[in-house]
């Protein structure tokens, strides 16, 4: 079965940093673009950032834009979300992403296109 297994949330001060991290199981995802969706508490799921194979692109919501960095390590099938200078609105389940098909792109994962695994989640709590 495929997996997709999120790890290094918790809780943070204001201003603060974490890395979460995603572990896919199952499946070699090396060929595909990969993201994070987060999910506040009583909001909709919201996508956050997306990477293509081999990491030569990126897409963030503008709300992230140079506070957040995507980043993969296709020999240990991780995707990375280093988060920095976080604030109370960040707070949320953040949740990795992975499409059924390699031919899916930025567009079509913000779009939650082909989207077929989703992880649990990882919260993160982000205290004013």
């Known amino acids: 079965q495929v997996q997709l297994v999120e790890s290094g949330g918790g809780l943070v001060q204001a201003g603060g940093s974490l890395r979460l991290t995603c572990t896919a199981s199952g499946r070699t995802f090396s060929d595909y673009t990969m993201g994070w969706f987060r999910q506040a508490p009583g909001k909709e799921r919201e996508f956050v950032a997306s990477?293509?194979?081999?990491?030569?692109?990126?897409l963030y919501t503008d709300s992230v834009k140079g506070r957040f960095t995507i980043s993969r390590d296709n020999a240990k099938n991780t995707v990375d979300l280093q988060m920095n200078s976080l604030k109370p609105e960040d707070t949320a389940v953040y949740i990795c992403?992975?499409?059924?098909?390699?031919?899916?792109?930025?567009?079509?994962?913000?779009?939650?296109?082909?989207?077929?695994?989703w992880g649990q989640g990882t919260l993160v709590t982000v205290s004013s």
């Open positions: 992403v992975a499409p059924s098909t390699p031919v899916a792109g930025h567009g079509d994962i913000a779009r939650t296109s082909y989207l077929e695994y």
């Open positions: 990477i293509n194979w081999n990491g030569d692109s990126t």
